[in-house]
């Protein structure tokens, strides 16, 4: 028999001319989404294939992927599927847009997977984003069209990531068309399409004029006596059951329902062929030929001529070597005429066939087990899927682990199988490792119900991993209650372990007045508790906690702790505890050292593996390093890298964290209204976080109105954060305290005493309180006569901040007017050295604040070359600054450090300082090869 097809679509003309807009305007920019709705047989999938004829025809890319309901329960299927076709010879991509997300997208397309890999516990709007990049990245110029089919069979992670897509789709050059029958899960796609604007074609049944233009449009020879009148009458309108009747008449047969044409052609078929069709319906629409060939018992001749027949009755197709159904509703058809007791038998033999002939895989075992199901096996379903799980956790892949535990669990439970409960509690494990915390404690609760009385072991593992969802989700008196209920029941070595750990987190979070010391008694207790367990990634965990307590006291035992959770981590092959040790451990370098090389290793390192929320964490981290050491437009320039995304995905707590970056940035440059308003926004997006605003109005609002020379408005502004939290110390440092005091200092306000005892309470080991509780320290003992240990106290603290240059500039500004008076240090030193440096940072009215205090006492204060003298572009490029470049003139003329310092009106230690700077940043051994290299920048 030889199949008839319509050569031409009728009856959409209107979807057609829709969807070719959407490519239109994909190309031009616009991206869009389809969502193309009917029931089985409407012309659905026949659509797609003309808007992807019409993509191709303009030079698109075109990538499917398609549900299926052999394969609902797996995660991200059908993004898989057409991900992977549209990548399969692509290596990843260097592409900066895309580098924050390769593990999240190694989820999509395994190939992507590196050694490190493992499922990232990321929230479902951070995969939508990784899709929405790579559609973005493979669209590249010319626009891409996806097409999604039978997405009412999606899992549901699919449909939260489309929702996502469909939100934001606009933004790239590609066109979405998802195909979906208006029942089941499809109607939640239905209803995501409408909310997001997303263009919906709902598909009806072709008229009876319709059909008999489709019936124009065919190849009628041999067709001669068959009645339009009557194809439209049996065929319903529905162009599927149209080519069929059209098919059966070529081959002399009569008008029938659509279910009898389908029984018709299969039995033309020899009995073996019948046997194996029917094998191919009981294995449902994504069949495996030789599976089927294996379950039916044929050998490789017969399968294929077999295989062959059921291509020319148009039972089978074969579509770039994938054997499909003619259509899922003709697999109905047959499936629907075996008989129970022969589908048993069936399912069983293809179960096994799966097996032997399969590679493994999760698609196998998957598949398998749905096949054990279906023939009584329920058993040794659960067992397979226990398995998978098993090995996907091996290898990384937490979240299909959890998926097809998910699976056999909920087998387990369905017929009353004895291993439920087990299987429940290693679930709860499995998704919280994902990060998936509600999900987690909504089964975990139900569980424990189950479990309590009847088996301990598993009521203290719930009860841990309740604490442990509730910890993560900062829900502390929760978390202690669960702790508590946990402590009263028989526990090894592990557990005694993680219940330390989970006690002196709940401590650490619940931020009481006092606790502090308890915290890292606390943290301790599990680390030596982690040690006896033997358990590498506990006594990794352990430790990184232990620094992070202990950050709050002395940043060199904080350093010490962290250093040993990044041996751990990288002696256990940890790859993700690694990248978060070393954020932690940078952010004490910046605060001990400051120092950004350990941040910046740590945000190329989350880069290159593709860990978002590490690299997001690390770049913030990052952004107020440079925000520390002078490079405020570096600081805003990364903030405003993180910031789109952040605010795209809807995760507030980062893009305020931006925002703040962004004010201080601004109030560093002294752009007030830029600073204010950036510095509203973090407050807004972030109510509730108490630290977030007392360093926004401490280090934003006050540090910015010492750059202004604004001391009101910067005292106003300390008030106010130490207001915000009175009774907490932040999580990095009181940014209010240092410049509070040195105030105090300069104007009288304080005593040495009073000082002291706030810097016995500040964090150790910190440049930040060094410098301005140094600076406070040294003014105060001076206004009591004891010059000599304000001396030394001025040094130390001037010292601390040698790598602070606005900060050290705005303290020497302010211990300038003390020393004046009582004459414990060099008040015109002091205002050189400040006024070069905030000629270096572009801050011209804060430079000539100083050069007018220098006239005041008397001293020559020349206007020095700053940010309106344009520096040569090969300096531009190395970072020298504008005074840099001045040192840099005269070394050309081979003057000596002290002549510079005399011309420049600069101490020798600055210019020693400048010289060094330059060194570095143009590669010179020595000052003959920077003399040499002044000199070639002013050859003709």
């Known amino acids: 028999m030889t199949p008839v097809r319509c050569p031409v679509l009728v009856g959409r003309r209107r979807e057609v001319a829709t969807g070719d807009d959407a490519l239109a305007s994909a190309q031009s920019g616009r991206g869009s989404a389809i969502t193309i709705a009917g029931e089985a047989g409407v012309g659905k999938t026949r659509l797609t294939a003309e808007l992807s004829t019409a993509a191709q025809r303009r030079g698109m890319s075109v990538i ?76 590249a110029a010319n626009g891409l069209l996806v097409v999604l089919d039978d997405m009412h069979w999606a899992d549901g992670p699919t449909l939260q990531t489309l929702d996502y897509v469909f939100d934001h789709i606009a933004e790239v050059r590609v066109v979405v068309c998802v195909a ?65 009747l059209l098919s059966l008449g070529r081959s002399g047969g009569s008008p029938q329902r659509f279910a009898d044409i389908v029984r018709s052609r299969l039995a033309s078929l020899s009995a073996e062929q019948r046997g194996a069709v029917r094998m191919a319906a009981a294995l449902g629409e994504h069949l495996s030929w030789p599976v089927v060939a294996e379950a039916a018992c044929m050998d490789d001749a017969t399968a294929a001529e077999a295989l062959r027949r059921a291509v ?226 506990m006594e990794c965990d352990a430790y990184r906690f232990a620094g992070r307590a202990a950050r709050l006291r002395d940043l060199g035992t904080a350093a010490e702790a962290l250093e040993r959770a990044l041996l751990l981590a990288e002696e256990a092959r940890l790859p993700i505890e690694r990248l978060h040790v070393l954020d932690e451990l940078g952010t004490v370098e910046m605060l001990r050292d400051a120092r950004c090389d350990r941040l910046e290793r740590a945000y190329r390192e989350a880069l290159r593996m593709g860990a978002f929320g590490a690299s997001t964490s690390a770049g913030l981290n990052l952004s107020s390093a440079y925000a520390m050491t002078g490079r405020h437009r570096r600081c805003a320039e990364l903030a405003v890298e993180i910031q789109p995304t952040a605010a795209r995905l809807g995760l507030r707590p980062l893009e305020a964290a931006c925002e703040l970056m962004r004010g201080i940035a601004a109030a560093f440059d002294r752009d007030r209204e830029a600073a204010e308003a950036h510095l509203a926004r973090a407050e807004q997006l972030a109510p509730d976080d108490a630290d977030l605003r007392a360093g926004a109005w401490a280090i934003g609002h006050g540090v910015g109105a010492l750059v202004d020379d604004d001391r009101p408005r910067a005292r106003r502004a300390f ?66 006569d004891e010059t000599e240990p304000a001396a030394e106290e001025l040094r130390a603290a001037l010292d601390a901040g040698d790598r602070y240059p606005l900060f050290g500039a705005l303290v020497r500004r302010l211990v300038a007017e003390a020393a004046i008076d009582c004459r414990f240090a060099d008040p015109v030193e002091l205002l050189r050295d400040a006024e070069s440096a905030f000629v270096d940072l572009g801050l011209s009215r804060p430079a000539e604040t100083a050069r007018g205090m220098l006239r005041s006492l008397g001293e020559a204060a020349p206007r020095q070359r700053g940010a309106d003298s344009p520096l040569p572009d090969d300096l531009r490029r190395a970072g020298v600054t504008a005074r840099e470049a001045e040192v840099l003139d005269m070394l050309a003329d081979r003057h000596t450090n002290r002549e510079i310092a005399a011309r420049l009106f600069v101490s020798p230690k600055t210019v020693e300082k400048h010289v060094a700077a330059l ?20 050859r003709p």
């Not at 059908?78 to 991509?93: H, I, K, V």
């Not at 939508?128 to 669209?139: K, P």
């Open 180 to 244: 979906v029958r208006d029942e089941g899960r499809g109607m939640r796609l239905l209803a995501a399409s409408r909310r997001s604007g997303s263009a919906q074609l709902r598909l009806g049944r072709l008229t009876a004029k319709q059909v008999e233009e489709m019936v124009g449009n065919c190849d009628l020879t041999g067709l001669a006596g068959l009645s339009v009148g009557t194809i439209s009458e049996v065929s319903a309108g529905l162009p599927l059951v149209v080519e069929d």
């Open 719 to 784: 008030a106010r954060a130490r207001s915000l939290a009175p009774q907490r110390h932040a999580r990095i440092l009181d940014a209010s305290i240092g410049p509070t005091m040195l105030l105090d200092a300069v104007e009288g306000k304080t005593t040495p005493a009073a000082i002291r005892s706030m810097a016995i309470a500040d964090v150790a080991g910190a440049r930040w309180s060094s410098l301005w509780l140094g600076a406070a320290l040294a003014v105060s003992l001076a206004r009591v």
């Open 919 to 938: 060194a570095t940043k143009l590669g010179a051994a020595n000052r003959i090869v920077l003399a040499e290299i002044a000199r070639a920048l002013h």
């Open 312 to 537: 020319d009755v148009d039972l089978l197709s074969v579509q770039a070597g994938e054997v499909r159904f003619r259509h899922a509703l003709t697999a109905e058809v047959v499936a629907n005429d075996v008989l129970p007791i022969e589908r048993t038998e069936m399912t069983r033999s293809l179960a096994d066939a799966c097996m032997a002939v399969m590679a493994p895989s999760l698609d196998r075992d998957v598949l398998a087990s749905n096949l054990f199901v279906s023939a009584g096996a329920v058993s040794r379903a659960v067992h397979l899927l226990s398995d998978a799980a098993t090995r996907a956790e091996a290898l990384g892949a937490v979240g299909e682990a959890a998926a097809v535990c998910g699976r056999a669990y909920q087998l387990d439970a369905e017929f009353g199988l004895a291993g439920a409960l087990q299987l429940g509690v290693r679930l709860v494990g499995l998704r919280l490792q994902a990060g998936d915390f509600a999900e987690a404690r909504t089964l975990a609760t139900g569980l424990l119900g189950r479990a309590e009385g009847v088996d301990g072991s598993a009521t203290l593992s719930l009860l841990l991993m309740l604490a442990r969802a509730s910890v993560a989700q900062a829900e502390w008196t929760l978390a202690e209650q669960h702790l508590g209920a946990a402590r009263v029941l028989p526990h090894g070595d592990q557990a005694r372990a993680e219940l330390a750990l989970l006690e002196a987190e709940c401590a650490f979070g619940s931020d009481r007045p006092g606790q502090r010391a308890a915290v890292e008694h606390l943290a301790a207790k599990a680390v030596e508790l982690a040690k006896l367990a033997a358990l590498p990634r």
């Open 64 to 139: 499917i992927g398609r549900a299926t309901p052999e394969y609902s329960e797996v995660a991200y299927r059908p993004w898989s599927e057409a991900l992977s076709a549209g990548t399969r010879r692509l290596a990843w991509p260097e592409d900066a847009a895309l580098a924050p997300y390769r593990r999240v997208l190694g989820l999509l397309v395994p190939q992507w997977r590196d050694s490190t890999w493992s499922t990232p516990a990321e929230a479902p709007v951070v995969l939508g984003e990784a899709v929405l990049r790579i559609l973005a990245h493979l669209a």
